[in-house]
């Protein structure tokens, strides 16, 4: 009996170590609270999901981009067919953060990015190095029903 429960405790370790998305309610004072959702860190980059005015903006923060609207290119891993999707991007002002959509929900790739388990994201650039990230999408429903509400 005791080796069913070592097993049992090993495995919902294992599966819970798996979660892509932490939640956060943001308060700083100013604002009013919101809720953010952002994936663990990859690369030294972040996806991260917010509701801003009711519009799910989608992007990625932490790698640095030298043009002011790259290319993105994602694939979601859906069932493992690969779902490509292509998007005109802008960069922060310091060029840390590429807002890949402001509105996720009308970007046509919702139902992927949702029952995606992998998803790769290219941003592609004109004059500077292309980076590649690849980030394990466990949760994303949660994560968008989270920033939704």
């Given at each position: 009996m005791k080796k069913v429960l070592i097993l049992l405790s090993f495995v919902y370790f294992s599966l819970s170590s798996f979660a892509q998305w932490s939640y956060e309610t943001v308060n700083n004072g100013f604002d009013d609270p919101y809720r953010i959702a952002y994936t663990k860190q990859?690369?030294?980059?972040i996806l991260k999901l917010e509701n801003v005015d009711g519009n799910?903006?989608?992007?990625i923060?932490?790698?640095y981009t030298c043009e002011?609207?790259?290319l993105v290119e994602i694939v979601c891993?859906?069932?493992?067919?690969?779902?490509?999707?292509s998007f005109s991007a802008i960069t922060s002002d310091d060029r840390t953060v590429v807002f890949i959509t402001d509105d996720l929900e009308n970007s046509g790739m919702l139902n992927d990015f949702k029952n995606a388990t992998t998803l790769k994201i290219r941003i592609n650039e004109t004059y500077c190095d292309t980076s590649v990230f690849s980030f394990?999408?466990?949760?994303?429903?949660?994560a968008y029903t989270f920033i939704n509400n």
């Open positions: 990859v690369d030294g980059a799910i903006a989608f992007y923060q932490g790698s002011d609207y790259p891993v859906v069932a493992g067919e690969n779902k490509k999707y394990y999408m466990g949760k994303s429903s949660s």
